[in-house]
């Protein structure tokens, strides 16, 4: 059975930090990219930040320099460190893998969510 277990979310106050973490069963982490996606009350889900079966990453303009995706494969884990987060960045966050595939549209899996909320 394919598991994508979130967790590190909560409460902190604007400036603060977060680290989500995102725990990977049943599928060959190492072959998949694996993404951090958010989605805000009234709003759509956005692509927040990605990291490549290969370790190369991605991040959103709203969230640049303040986040930062890694991965570590020997642990089958997926992290976003959130530094200095702004009340803007509350939102549902969602741990999603990717099969990596030049060929076709690979395998896909989504966590249950965690909750980050930013507020004084």
């Known amino acids: 059975q394919v598991q994508l277990v979130e967790s590190g979310g909560g409460l902190v106050q604007p400036g603060g930090s977060l680290t989500l973490s995102c725990a990977a069963s049943?599928?060959?982490?190492?072959?998949?990219?694996m993404n951090w996606y958010r989605q805000a009350p009234g709003k759509e889900r956005e692509l927040v930040a990605t990291?490549?079966?290969?370790?190369?990453?991605n991040h959103a303009d709203s969230v640049k320099g303040r986040f930062t995706i890694s991965r570590d494969n020997a642990k089958n884990a997926v992290y976003l460190q959130m530094d200095n987060l702004k009340p803007e960045d509350t939102a549902v966050y969602y741990c999603h893998a990717k099969l990596q595939s030049d060929y076709f549209q690979g395998s896909e899996y989504w966590g249950q969510g965690t909750q980050v909320t930013v507020s004084s």
């Open positions: 049943g599928i060959a982490f190492g072959l998949f990219n």
């Open positions: 990291i490549t079966d290969e370790g190369m990453t």
